[in-house]
């Protein structure tokens, strides 16, 4: 029979034997290594840019309810980087019984050339808000670079709008249309 001592000797040469091994080669025993040189690279900054290049022109015609009037504007992105079109605010709506029912919306028109009497044939407004309650939102848009579009702006009176709303106006409001890198 083998001896605990001579158990320990074979043991411990083994052990010795293995340290000498792994020491002496200098690396590691992985199975899959390797690696390339890649050469260097060149990162650039963009510019985005969005400019109104043709004014907001609203219909003044007296809104009663059920009425809705429209208008257009036109954005260009002259930047280099694509833009996603969004409404950032709707401001200077003071509140009152006509402006609680007045609802203001916002669309990107099919064509950069849509003129506002393409508006009203819009299926949907991506952007429709309540005056005194405006929120940030989407427009479902990105602009490419050096591209243009046309957005309609619509104002309706609720049907139901109470009495207190007639005679009533609301002052000129702000929309702040803005872009971001998709």
């Known amino acids: 029979m083998f001896s605990i001592r001579s158990i320990l000797k ?19 025993y992985a199975l899959w290594n390797s690696s390339v040189k890649i050469g260097g690279g060149t990162v650039k900054a ?24 429209y208008g257009a504007f036109e954005v260009t992105n002259s930047g280099d980087v694509p833009l996603q079109l969004n409404l950032q605010s709707l401001t200077g709506v003071t509140s009152n019984g006509f402006t609680q029912n007045l609802t203001v919306s916002v669309a990107v028109a099919p064509s950069a050339s849509a003129t506002v009497a393409d508006c009203p044939a819009l299926s949907s407004y991506p952007w429709s808000r309540v005056a005194t ?12 670079a050096g591209a243009s579009a046309t957005l309609c702006v619509s104002t309706s009176l609720a049907s139901n709008a109470p009495a207190v709303a007639q005679g009533q106006s609301a002052p000129s409001f702000t929309l702040t249309v803005g872009g971001t890198q998709p």
């Open 10 to 28: 074979a043991l411990a040469a083994v052990s010795v034997a293995l340290f000498v091994g792994v020491v002496a080669t200098g690396g590691t």
């Open 133 to 144: 309650a405006p929120t940030a939102g989407s427009l479902g848009t990105t602009l490419s």
């Open 46 to 69: 963009g510019a985005a840019t969005l400019v109104i290049s043709r004014a907001l022109t609203m219909s003044s015609t007296l809104l009663y309810p059920g009425l809705t009037t």
